[in-house]
């Protein structure tokens, strides 16, 4: 699989402007033969907005389906984080269209990060996985991939490829410099990590998006600055990949 992320600058709640970049980006990623494409967390209406309530959407949104009819278009399936109102809750969640525009999974993060979005958003309480192409794929939203349990959950039930929006914003560059790859390396599954660049209200972004191979290689990673990164994933090499969820011993 040819795998894409963009990193970008926040769109500052212009729904718009989201939707325009997001289709600029997966167009060429289409054009370089990408199989799919994933954008940051929140990216509609972006992370740290200070209008989240208002700019939530239903999944069935004019947004939502004005992107799911791009990724058809392409025929390239999309990862987009957003802002999700159903009914009287909110939820910090990311959609998958297929190729075809179909949703293939709406995920609603698990681990909320800190008092800001423990006050805007309900906790997700499912880890589902789905079908994307050759592998079994699953999402992650930016604070749960740091949470090896999770991991090592969905690897155990067959995940090959973990999807992750991020919001990863400074110190923290340890997240996709090390932990991603730690996590990619000790569970045998890939992790593509796609962050934020520049600055969005008090926060500033590290960049730095990522894709960790499955024997902890760093396959593509981005610097600080508006990028598309795209690699192919390599084959699975048996040999290589880490044992230790079946020699764990507990004691």
């Known amino acids: 699989m040819r795998l894409a992320l963009w990193q970008g600058t926040s769109p500052a709640s212009d729904l718009t402007l989201a939707c325009t970049q997001a289709e600029a980006a997966l167009a060429a990623a289409a054009a370089m033969g990408a199989a799919a494409l994933v954008l940051p967390e929140v990216w509609l209406p ?37 802002a999700e109102r ?24 698990v681990q909320l990060y800190g008092p800001r979005e423990a006050a805007l958003y309900t906790p997700g309480d499912a880890l589902p996985t789905f079908r994307l192409g050759s592998e079994t794929a699953a999402i992650l939203i930016c604070y749960d991939i740091e949470f090896a349990p999770h ?30 790859p730690a996590m990619a390396a000790s569970h045998a599954v890939t ?52 044992t230790q969820s079946a020699d764990l011993r507990q004691i």
């Open 46 to 82: 972006g992370y740290n907005q200070p209008d989240i309530p208002a700019h939530a959407l239903p999944l069935d949104s004019a947004p939502l389906n004005r992107l799911a009819a791009a990724a058809r278009q392409h025929r390239t399936a999309l990862v987009l984080g957003y």
């Open 86 to 109: 159903d009914g009287d809750r909110l939820y910090n969640s990311a959609a998958c269209f297929g190729p075809d525009g179909a949703l293939l999974c709406n995920y609603r993060k």
């Open 151 to 180: 991991v090592s959950n969905l690897a155990a039930r067959g995940a090959t490829l973990i999807l992750v929006p991020t919001a990863s914003m400074a110190p923290f560059i340890h997240v996709p410099r090390a932990t991603v």
């Open 191 to 242: 992790i593509a990590y796609a962050n934020y660049c520049g600055t969005e209200g008090d926060l500033t972004y590290v960049g730095t998006s990522t894709i960790a191979g499955p024997h902890g290689e760093i396959l593509a990673q981005a610097g600080e600055t508006p990028t598309l990164l795209v690699t192919d994933l390599p084959p699975r090499d048996p040999a290589r990949l880490s």
